[in-house]
């Protein structure tokens, strides 16, 4: 009966799959924002009469039932804020009042996608796995009226049929959390709000100059001195070129992520479908690691942790042995903590002065015959990723690791502009695009005096969203390596949480649907009517989100 029960429900899907492939698109888009202000925009949505009541008597029927698929009814249960709704694990039954998720690995639809309907009797989601039927709920949370934020009390969802499934595998948002330091709370919030907009991947940047982020227990001094800045500078850089002149604020600033943290966070992403990657930077961005170990750098230091952003001089020193020893027992601490299939290396903005005057340096690149700086690099990012592959691990690296050439089964991440991944694609290797003129979300976002303090450049809400990901010098075979998009968030001049909110939203939701739907031709004022509409449930979640009103268009 079961197995009867699952077919038919495939049956619907795929007839609906048949009959809707335009369906939206050819219904006045316009006219249905205000009761489907979905973003992303599904692949195809019929809109329907009526209206589904959800009360408290509301069950969850799963199909098959097991752990994953309960972890998931716990989800909605939870957020629905339903403490008691009963969860069956029968095909057979009153579907009234019923969420029904059914699950068929075998099934038609993509490992992400999903089949949603809503009557005035009954949700049901199908889908081939159960991440596709999460993304599912997030569509009807999406429905949800505003109101259900401030009474909780009964909840009126319009009926629809909505099938649906992603772009790109690669749906990502990354947080620099060494600059300045955001608590477990705020993680949770900020992936929260990504699965919201089906975000797949949480790219967290735990070390840098200004920084240690992750408790290593082997290295307890990274605990003791690496997490913390004796002060931080005050102001931009820009507006104050004389170094001696600089003001800073002499309070010591500093903290870190114990293990048991990091672990209830990482369990707390896997029950929400995210995957987090940790970024390791190296061999740059690590001057706070040479203030605990300055046998690791170059020159006897003696190092501090930074407290001026920018780009330092000293780095790990690539000619010796201990250098490695060290970075080699800090990544088997870390791939203990994310069972992420990469582990984000860094790469970027390696000054190479150092090693020029390192005679360990030049000794090792004449016995390995490198020619220059830049291939030294390369020896060094190669001899990292042969130690994660062999764990089963793969790497990712900022564009830089395409000079002196890229470690063989390496992925790129295109910061620089779009050229980093154009020139990766074409040599066949993997590739997340995150241009630093689309996509980098510690630039500002309107043009407005009032606007607080960030690092330059001008990307708005529009300019994100007609950000197309593949680039148009690429193949049909070499456009199939970038993997999607991915938004940066830099927090040199983002010291609070409440900022990290207003530089992220509203742009973080522009990408949302650039990663997810496959669209012939945008349509930002349509894309803009959706989100005003949208942005309640922002409200609700208590979002303090850049506001549109400010918003401007594009200019360059
Ligand atoms: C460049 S993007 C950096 C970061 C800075 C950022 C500021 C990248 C790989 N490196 O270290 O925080 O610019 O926008």
């Not at 001089?313 to 027992?329: I, Q």
């Not at 990544?331 to 150092?354: A, M, N």
């Not at 060094?380 to 990723?385: D, G, L, S, T, Y």
């Amino acid at each position: 009966m079961n197995v009867l029960y699952v077919f038919s429900r495939y049956f619907v899907a795929l007839l609906f799959l048949l009959s809707a492939q335009q369906e939206l698109f050819s219904q006045d888009i316009e006219n249905i924002a205000e009761r489907y202000p979905l973003i992303p925009l599904p692949i195809s949505l019929k809109p329907q009469l009526g209206e589904l009541q959800i009360t408290n008597a509301l069950k969850i029927r799963l199909l098959p039932y097991n752990k994953e698929t309960q972890e998931l009814a716990e989800y909605i249960a939870s957020f629905l804020g339903l403490q008691h709704a009963s969860i069956l694990e029968n095909a057979l039954g009153d579907d009234k009042n019923c969420i029904t998720i059914s699950i068929d690995p075998h099934g038609v639809i993509p490992p992400e996608g999903y089949y949603l309907s809503i009557t005035p009797d009954a949700i049901s989601i199908t889908a081939s796995t159960v991440q596709g039927a999460f993304w599912g709920f997030q569509t009807v949370k999406q429905l949800i009226p505003a109101s259900f934020y401030t009474s909780h009390t009964s909840i009126a969802i319009p009926c629809v049929e909505i099938y649906d499934a992603p772009r790109f595998t690669y749906r990502g948002l990354h947080l620099d959390v060494s600059r300045h330091f955001f608590p477990v709370e705020f993680i949770k919030k900020y992936i929260d709000l990504m699965v919201s907009y089906k975000f797949n991947t949480f790219h967290w940047h735990l070390t840098d100059d200004q920084g240690w982020r992750v408790e290593i227990k082997k290295y307890p001094r990274l605990q003791e001195i690496a997490a913390f800045r004796d002060e931080t500078f005050l102001g931009h850089p820009k507006t104050q070129l004389f170094t001696f002149l600089r003001k800073f604020d002499g309070r010591r600033y500093g903290g870190f992520y114990t293990q048991e943290e990091i672990k209830d966070v990482v369990e707390y992403a896997r029950k929400r479908h995210i995957e987090i990657i940790p970024e390791i930077e190296l061999p740059g961005h690590s001057v706070a690691v040479l203030a605990a170990f300055p046998e690791l750098g170059c020159s006897k230091g003696p190092y501090k942790t930074a407290t001026q952003w920018g780009i330092m001089r000293d780095v790990y020193c690539a000619g010796s042995e201990k250098t490695f020893e060290f970075l080699e027992n800090i990544l088997e601490e870390v791939i203990s903590l994310f069972p992420s299939t990469y582990i984000h290396i860094g790469g970027d903005e390696v000054l190479k002065t150092r090693w020029r005057n390192c005679s360990k340096c030049q000794e090792r690149r004449q016995a390995e015959g490198l020619k220059n700086e830049e291939e030294l690099q390369s020896y060094f990012i190669r001899r990292i990723e042969q130690f994660l592959n062999k764990k089963n691990r793969q790497i990712i690296g900022w564009d830089e690791i395409l000079e002196g050439g890229v470690a063989p089964n390496a992925t790129v991440m295109s910061w620089r502009g779009v050229s980093g991944g154009i020139k990766a694609a074409q040599q066949g290797h993997n590739v997340i695009m995150t241009p630093n003129q689309y996509l980098y979300f510690d630039h500002y976002q309107s043009k407005s005096p009032n606007e607080p303090l960030a690092i330059g450049g001008f990307t708005n809400l529009e300019k994100v969203y007609l950000y197309e990901p593949v680039p148009k010098e690429l193949q049909p075979d070499e456009a199939a390596h970038i993997l999607g998009a991915q938004a940066n968030v830099w927090t040199e001049f983002i010291a609070t949480s409440e900022q990290v909110e207003y530089m992220t939203y509203p742009r973080a939701i522009a990408l949302a649907e650039v990663n997810w739907t496959a669209l012939t031709e945008k349509n930002y004022s349509q894309f803009y009517k959706r989100l005003t509409r949208n942005l309640l449930l922002l409200d609700g979640l208590r979002v303090h989100y850049h506001p549109l009103s400010s918003q401007e268009s594009t200019q360059k």
